[in-house]
């Protein structure tokens, strides 16, 4: 250690150090570690380094992170999975009070109403906008939300297969695959029209069976479009007493139909828009919500928190429920491994949501929808430019084709970058049949003229080729 | 002795709070050129469209912000004060690392941007890679698990992968946990597909070598081990244990919650463990938050990285990116790269420690233990089951069976007691192989003088107990509410798990 305590450690002061040996009757620290075995005790200094001082660290860092572009200083058009929103001031000011920061899961309720509560505000928010009745207080994300939601339905159903489109996010088709696989549950994928995206609910049909555990959508979909056949998939799921499980973007939940009012018995989502930031991906906030039938809530993973009341039933509390599903309890037998979640993104969204309130739910939905729709006419007024491809409703995010202008989806975005505009993302490796598409996504922190300067851009792009 | 009081705000769930019409945010209003350009009735198909608004309270952002800093005011942190949580490493959470975190050039960073505009997240992801390797003594690191048990699912996917290589899936069904280890242990396991074997503990408190050499078969895929393991005694005879596993064909696996105490004076790697996974959220210093966000790592040994989930972040002359040609690879556990934010915050606890500065973060953590140990020895009622004359590592883990017997004081009596003197309690009844259990863990993080006072408070709650045990029993009292009906929490008939069903079921009676 060098010549001063370390701040981080209290104890590290040399007479300190000494009292404390001699209390427990030792030398040195060194005869706690004697049984280590020798071999294995490290005999040089790791290669790590040095240890810096506070104003090092931030100015270390700080100029790394100045090599990264980020939605502050160049307009930005992706999405797919985590996505741009505005913060308000309030969320950040309430994650960062340090009871609820530096706490850890609330095994000790008494002392820890304050999170309990916020996580029960969390799941009934969550509720309220997906309208559905049960709701746990975070899964990792969407992904593996979807994966979750998968092995539940199989439990819950004693049946083997998930049905889900073929227009998913390849990285939640990848962690569904990698979840299910050990289950050996089969994963069939049903295919979509050609013209609108939509499910095509004569695949559907040809594929649903007495063996379907679930059938999987997802609301808006991947690539943007609402799925618009959502009473006619749930019959068909409800035929074949199968689960519906619908993915959703909550964002959309202020215009959007509820996927309780379809039918849903599952609904999964991913919440980092509702007040997180996007982080370059993580954390983020995994939806997990249920109907109120307890051989769903039994089957449910992750931590749920219930309003219960003291033991002298003088006054309303909070604490974690049905542990006995949980690995602490019912070991391998329990209904997930998920300890540690995302709280604090939970309480971060549960902010966010009493924020924005039922009105300002409503109105994000409705400016997105406009600036996306808005986005949409300008650029499939481009020569050469289709936008969006499928002839659908659109909410948060769209397709944009090149392939009339005979530009690949890598050229348009390079020379939109060299314009400091970072185009969407490029799907043409993941849905070669669509061609060279990218999926763009618009939320309501951009603005008219940032949607108007992309147009001109692209269109200059595309007319210069 | 002084008491604590917690704030015992009457906070209304927040359903039943604010009035029609209240505003706690204005969205940017749509331009009005665009409103005019675009008929919104037309772009969403009329039965797609929400009828009622979501019912959602109406608030202003004065009442918000009241609403949850009144809840924080009734939530206890690292930052309130004693915090010893066996098994979970409640140490100190530097404020540079939050404030780093908060920086807009990582928050406003999206995942799928040009390599070439990320350059400076993917330079700090890939050393971090670097140093968690050199920390654990593993050859490639993997920082996408979003906790520590994600990282147990993955690793126990990774023994799945290299078994099925081999050609031996089909018989490698088995994974050995010992009877101390966590419940996610054997839960990750099983979502892996393999059945959970458990090997009993010796009189030590380690792992039965007798009994190990008994359940290992030509079945076993490997063997989850947590060292110092979760009574807080190092497993001696790991070289023994490490053996026998890779004879039989077995992986060994290490669960990092316990890393701390062996932070720079041993390696998982060098005693043989195939794969760990590292708790960020205890070993390296970020806030919990309540149950997460965390970060929980997975390094491998050099066989099994190529099995690791993409994409790998690759260095090539002096450019960081994102490989995702791995043919070998499972694929993904997530979305994205990991928890990044509070990866960060783990870059900069390393950078602010060194080497020397994690090593006496590990000294620290098992002084501590032991002089607290020391000290709760002396206490009627208490006992140290497991060899009470060998040193722990970061924790110890007393038994209250003494004491409940004399006095019917439980250990869950004796940790609702110590909130009422605004201290954490313990981990309580974990492990399952102690009963009545107290696990405590100070960390390096609190000073002496604190330790002190958590010895007198023990000492002073265990002598209630005999000279008045109605108060420990009913504690406890000073905490924002008593004891909470947990019981009712879960039944069928009462169970509330969102507002929505609250009132649904309040309005059935
Ligand atoms: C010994 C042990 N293993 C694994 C875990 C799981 O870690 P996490 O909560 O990060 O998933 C914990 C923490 O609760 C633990 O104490």
């Known amino acids: 250690m060098s010549e001063h305590n370390h701040p981080y450690i209290p104890n590290s002061q040399k007479e300190i150090k000494q009292e404390m040996m001699r209390e427990i009757g030792i030398k040195g620290i060194d005869e706690l570690y004697a049984d280590i075995p020798k071999k294995y005790s490290l005999k040089k200094p790791l290669n790590l380094p040095e240890a810096l001082s506070e104003f090092e660290v931030k100015k270390h860092i700080e100029t790394l992170l100045a090599k990264n572009k980020s939605s502050d200083n160049m307009p930005m058009f992706l999405g797919a999975g985590c996505w741009p929103h505005y913060i308000p001031a309030v969320v950040k000011e309430v994650i960062q009070r340090s009871e609820f920061l530096t706490a850890y899961t609330p095994y000790q309720p008494e002392i820890s109403q304050g999170i309990l509560q916020a996580l029960f505000e969390y799941q009934s928010m969550i509720c309220e906008l997906a309208s559905m009745e049960v709701a746990n207080c975070s899964m990792y994300d969407w992904a593996s939300a979807l994966g979750e939601a998968a092995r539940m339905a199989v439990r819950v159903t004693g049946r083997r297969e998930i049905l889900v489109p073929k227009i998913i996010h390849p990285e939640r088709a990848a962690a569904l695959q990698v979840y299910t696989e050990p289950a050996e549950i089969i994963i069939g994928q049903v295919a979509y029209e050609k013209k609108t995206g939509q499910i095509s609910l004569n695949n559907l049909r040809d594929k649903i069976s007495d063996k379907t555990a679930a059938v999987y959508i997802e609301n808006p979909s991947y690539l943007g479009f609402i799925e618009t056949q959502v009473d006619e998939i749930s019959k068909e799921a409800d035929n074949h007493d199968a689960l519906f499980i619908v993915g959703i973007d909550p964002t959309s939940l202020g215009v959007l139909k509820p996927p309780g009012d379809y039918g849903a018995d599952i609904v999964i989502g991913e919440a980092q828009p509702l007040g997180n930031a996007m982080n370059f991906g993580g954390p983020l906030l995994g939806i997990f919500a249920c109907r109120d039938d307890m051989s769903l809530i039994r089957q449910t993973p992750g931590r749920i928190i219930g309003l219960t009341t003291t033991m002298d039933g003088s006054r309303q509390g909070f604490c974690m429920t049905l542990q006995t599903r949980e690995q602490h309890i019912r070991r391998e037998k329990a209904t997930s491994n998920i300890c540690s979640n995302e709280a604090l993104c939970a309480v971060a969204s549960a902010v966010y949501m009493a924020l924005l309130g039922p009105q300002g739910i409503r109105e994000l939905g409705e400016t997105i929808a406009y600036n996306v729709n808005y986005a949409m006419h300008l650029l499939s007024e481009i020569n050469g430019v289709k936008a969006p491809i499928f002839d659908s409703a659109h909410f948060k995010e769209f397709t944009v084709n090149f392939d009339q202008a005979e530009l690949s989806v890598k050229e348009v975005h390079e020379k939109l970058l060299h314009n400091n505009i970072h185009g969407g993302k490029d799907i043409s490796k993941e849905f070669p049949e669509l061609g060279e598409t990218a999926l763009y996504c618009i939320t309501e922190i951009h603005s008219k003229k940032e949607i108007e300067r992309l147009a001109e851009v692209l269109a200059k792009i595309v007319s210069k080729r | 002795m002084c008491m604590f009081k917690q ?503």
């Open chain 2, 7 to 509: 704030a015992s705000w009457n906070q209304p769930v927040i359903f039943n709070m604010g009035k029609n019409g209240r505003r706690g945010h204005i969205l940017p209003k749509v331009e009005e050129d665009i409103r005019n350009a675009i008929d919104l009735d037309s772009c969403i198909p009329k039965h797609m469209r929400r009828e009622n608004l979501p019912k959602l309270p109406e608030l202003s952002e004065v009442e918000v912000v009241r609403h949850f800093v009144r809840l924080s005011e009734m939530n206890y942190g690292v930052d309130s004060g004693l915090y010893p949580l066996g098994s979970c490493t409640m140490k100190y959470n530097p404020k540079i690392n939050d404030m780093l975190a908060s920086l807009p050039t990582i928050g406003m960073v999206h995942p799928y941007q040009d390599e070439g505009t990320v350059q400076g997240i993917l330079e700090i992801l890939y050393k971090l890679e670097r140093w968690l390797a050199e920390i654990t003594g593993t050859y490639e690191v993997c920082l996408h698990p979003a906790a520590g048990a994600h990282g147990e699912f993955l690793g126990t996917l990774l023994m799945l992968t290299y078994h099925k290589m081999n050609g031996e899936s089909e018989k490698r069904r088995e994974v050995i946990v010992p009877d101390s280890a966590h419940g996610t242990n054997p839960a990750s396991a099983t979502m892996a597909g393999f059945n959970v074997m458990v090997v009993p503990s010796d009189e030590d408190g380690c792992v039965d070598l007798e009994a190990l050499k008994s359940v290992v078969s030509e079945k076993t895929a490997g063997l989850m081990l947590t060292n110092p393991n979760t009574l807080g005694i190092f497993e001696k005879n790991i070289s023994e244990i490490a053996k026998i596993v890779h004879e039989i064909g077995g992986l060994l696996y290490y669960d990092g919650a316990n890393l701390n105490p062996i932070l720079g004076k041993a390696r998982p790697g060098d005693m043989g463990f195939d794969i760990v996974h590292i708790n960020i959220h205890k070993t390296f210093s970020t806030p919990h938050g309540g149950g997460g966000p965390g970060a929980g790592p997975v390094g491998v040994a050099k066989e099994l990285a190529k099995f690791l989930p993409v994409p790998r972040i690759v260095l090539d002359s002096e450019r960081y990116s994102l490989d995702y040609n791995r043919p070998h690879s499972i694929g993904k556990i997530r979305s994205f790269y990991g928890n990044i934010a509070v990866l960060l915050r783990a870059y900069a606890y390393i950078l602010s420690l060194g080497f020397d500065g994690l090593k006496e973060v590990a000294e620290i953590s098992v002084l501590n233990a032991n002089y607290l140990m020391k000290k709760l020895k002396k206490i009627k009622g208490l006992t140290l089951p497991y060899n009470s004359k060998k040193p722990r590592k970061h924790e110890c883990v007393f038994s209250a069976k003494l004491l409940k017997n004399d006095t019917g004081v439980s250990a869950l009596n004796i940790a609702k007691r110590l909130l009422d003197y605004g201290v954490h309690a313990p981990t309580i009844y974990f492990p399952l192989i102690v009963e009545e259990a107290l696990m405590i863990e100070p960390t390096e993080s609190f000073e002496k003088e604190e330790l002190d006072r958590f010895a007198e408070v023990m000492h002073e709650i265990c002598e209630e107990a005999y000279r008045n045990p109605e108060n420990v029993l009913n504690a406890p009292h000073n905490t924002a509410v008593s004891r909470l009906d947990e019981v009712k929490a879960s039944h069928p008939k009462t169970m509330a798990l969102s507002w929505r069903m609250y009132l649904k079921k309040n309005k059935q009676k």
